[in-house]
């Protein structure tokens, strides 16, 4: 299956309020899993004329404000206006095909994706007409939840020490969209439900499109 991995850094967490500062997405195909370096990755910083945001979040995106404030030409740099155009290209330059719509739909991995990222997303110019998520989404913290123990999901930084990686979280969307992709592939080989039933239970068959 091919997916995009894609992960946002804001100025808050209202979508009606804040504003995406960067956004990053990676495409994976779990049949044929390149190497992190090798994936196809786009990453855009955001130029808004003003800023509104929380202190936490903009300390935390201290960097892409310094980014930002530069006067240098930058590829990596667009208004919100142009973001889901400019990933759409991106998107049809590897082979996703628009729908009888010409809307380009994708499955989306990330953690939080539905429950964050979603919303900002809605908020940009083109979400629908231009490009869309497929309504079931991948997030890895379902893969990696202790039944027993969680009393809610675990957070990617727990997600991450589960997996044996280094616990630490970069907030930077590249970064942690190729993370997302690191705790997804153990499951390519060996899925959840080859894991609890016996091996003569016949194959699940493949889940419909939803369109």
Known sequence: MRYVSLDLETSGSNPARHQILELAAVVEDSRHPLPLHEL??????????EYAGTAGAIALNARLFEELARKEPNPELCTP?????QLRDFLLLHHFRPDKHDCVSVTMAGKNIGVFDLGFLKELPGWGTL???EPAMLDPAAFYLNW?????????SICKARAGLE???????LADALDVVRLLRPFYELPVYKQVQPAEEAEVPEAPRED
Do not use: G, T
Request: aromatic share 2%; no cysteine; hydrophobic share 40%.
């Open 167 to 173: 616990r630490e979280v970069a907030h930077e969307a």
């Open 131 to 133: 490009v869309r998520a």
């Open 40 to 49: 196809p990755a786009f990453r855009r910083v955001v130029r808004h004329p």
């Open 148 to 156: 027993r123990k969680d009393s809610r999901l675990p957070s990617m």
């Open 81 to 85: 206006a142009e973001l889901l155009p």
